[in-house]
Nanobody, 127 residues
Framework: QVQLVESGGGLVQAGGSLRLSCAAS????????MGWLRQAPGKEREFVAA????????YYSDSVKGRFTISSDNAKNTVYLQMNSLKPEDTAVYYC????????????????????WGQGTQVTVSS
């Protein structure tokens, strides 16, 4: 059992930046990867970024590559999402989630790759 709590969402203008945080507790030793996903009203949940705890390999969706950066502080059991050059289409509820199992090199990127989820934090980008 892993518990995840997101924070850092808010309202920003296009071109602005936000930094999201996700604190993990519980069986954190079992977490091999963490990810960020988002869901806009009326749309399906989509993958944003993920990171492996060991080695720090990352994977990004094409829509955020070059603008968002995922990072982690393993000692604090916390993962971050630095979001720069925000666009109105980035508006969504952002969720952090833990990978479901172990992979030697694979960075999870499918919805089914993730198990525990946080409650979400709202990010709104105005034009």
């Amino acid at each position: 059992q892993v518990q995840l709590v997101e924070s850092g969402g808010g309202l920003v203008q296009a071109g602005g930046s936000l930094r999201l945080s996700c604190a993990a507790s519980g069986r954190t030793f079992s977490i091999h990867a963490m990810g960020w996903l988002r869901q806009a009203p009326g749309k399906e949940r989509e993958f944003v970024a993920a990171i492996r705890r060991s080695g720090g390999s990352t994977y990004y969706s094409d829509s955020v590559k070059g603008r968002f950066t995922i990072s982690s502080d393993n000692a604090k059991n916390t993962v971050y999402l630095q979001m720069n050059s925000l666009k109105p289409e980035d508006t969504a509820v952002y969720y952090c989630a833990s990978g479901r199992g172990y992979w030697s090199d694979y960075v999870p990127r499918r919805i089914a790759d993730f198990g525990s989820w946080g409650q979400g934090t709202q990010v709104t980008v105005s034009s």
